[in-house]
């Protein structure tokens, strides 16, 4: 008769719902369940908010269900704070949801010879799929990605030379993380503002109110408006900026074509949140260059989307973020360029969501990537 295995799950496991209980029953099927949580203070240096249920209160709910065998909280910190648990479990198994895949952990499996298994977020029978994040309230405020042009926004660079920012506004499907590149410092402005919807009107508008609302006088590091304008405004838009903080141009495109086109090519692989105390601001070249280089990338970008040719939408992605890179260096490290390295022969384009620092890696390619994460881009509402 064969060995049990042992199965390693990890994650917050706040409000208990049906979509952990279908996780931690498969997750029985392959063996011995040891549960591993995020302790409070880590969950809330990733989600910018602490956990309902204090840790132990989840360890407690989680060692008296059935399908587990035991539940240990997680020392560490970061996405990747199950690394002295791991070492005293020695599992067969590591199991995790679809978007809580990442390569990290598929190395950090690899290099300790555990198999890694994914699990799709598939709730149990009728039921529908469940998140924490829609148990607390059913929050439709967008988040956003940057595809192009990033800091022009800024007119500390785009006083050098003029050029856009492009964005696309992204349903909240999955819990983004905090200090992703995902406008959330934004989005959370946007969550005390309007609560869980953005009203209807003038789109432009409420953006500059979202803007001021962020940056109310005083404040010492203006958010840059692509930010508000990107979670405010929906589908696909480009802003267009010479010197100030708010755009003197703003064209968007609703084109269901070119919409759905982005989403079937448009890939996020985690890499974890920007950690405490790092500054991308440190060791900045601004040039106008530089920054024509990145107005330049960007404009191709555009045309490239219109034209949907994925081709030279990946080129010009790639050629934005390097004309980001060498303006803000600090926006990558050697592990970061690393991951990209591991993804090149794949796809189209490359480039890292916001100012960099961790986040996601966002990717171009004509197919689907193993561990990546799709997007839902909000369509134009009606009001």
């Avoid at 995902?182 to 309007?194: D, G, Q």
């Avoid at 968007?252 to 692989?269: A, C, Q, R, T």
């Amino acid at each position: 008769m064969s060995e049990t295995k042992k199965v390693m799950v990890t994650g917050c496991f706040d409000l208990m719902h049906s979509g952990h209980v279908a996780f931690l029953n498969e997750a029985k099927k392959l063996g011995e369940v040891h549960a591993c949580i995020g302790n409070d203070e880590n969950v809330y240096q990733l989600k910018g908010r602490y956990p309902v249920n204090h840790q132990y209160e989840r360890k407690y709910m989680l060692e008296n269900l059935s399908a587990v065998a035991e539940c240990k909280i997680n020392k560490g910190f970061g996405i990747i704070d199950f690394l002295g648990e791991m070492e005293e479990i020695k599992p067969d198994i590591f199991l995790v949801n679809e978007d809580g895949s990442t390569p990290e952990k598929a190395r950090i499996c690899a290099e300790r010879g555990i198999e890694y298994k994914i699990f799709p977020r598939v709730p149990h029978g009728d039921l529908p799929v469940r998140s924490t994040t829609s148990l607390r309230s059913e929050c439709l405020i967008p988040f956003r990605i940057d595809l192009a042009g990033g800091w022009l926004d800024q007119p500390f660079v785009s006083k050098h030379y003029p050029g856009p920012v492009i964005t696309i506004c992204i349903e909240p499907t999955i819990e983004f993380n905090n200090r992703s590149g995902m406008s959330s410092s934004t989005r959370n402005k946007a969550i005390e503002l309007w609560r869980t919807e953005i009203p209807s009107g003038d789109k432009e508008k409420l953006a500059k109110v979202l803007f001021t609302f962020e940056n109310p006088p005083g404040t010492e590091t203006i958010a840059g408006s692509q930010d508000a304008l990107g979670i405010v405004m929906p589908c696909l838009n480009k802003y267009d900026y010479s010197g100030g903080y708010w755009p003197h141009k703003i064209e968007s495109v609703d084109d269901e074509g070119v919409i759905s086109w982005i989403e079937k090519h448009l890939f996020l692989v985690t890499l974890g949140p920007r950690k405490s105390g790092y500054s991308v601001l440190e060791g900045t070249n601004i040039t106008a260059d530089g920054a024509k280089a990145l107005a330049d990338a960007t404009i191709q970008c555009w045309d490239a989307i219109k034209a949907k040719d994925i081709v030279a939408f990946g080129k010009a992605v790639t050629a934005s973020f390097e004309a980001q890179i060498n303006m803000f260096p600090n926006m990558v490290s050697p592990d970061i360029l690393s991951m990209i390295d591991s993804y090149k022969d794949k796809v189209a384009g490359w480039k890292l969501s916001g100012a960099g620092g961790g986040g996601y890696l966002v990717f171009i390619a004509d197919k689907p990537l193993e561990n990546a994460i799709q997007i839902k881009i909000r369509r134009k509402d009606t009001n």
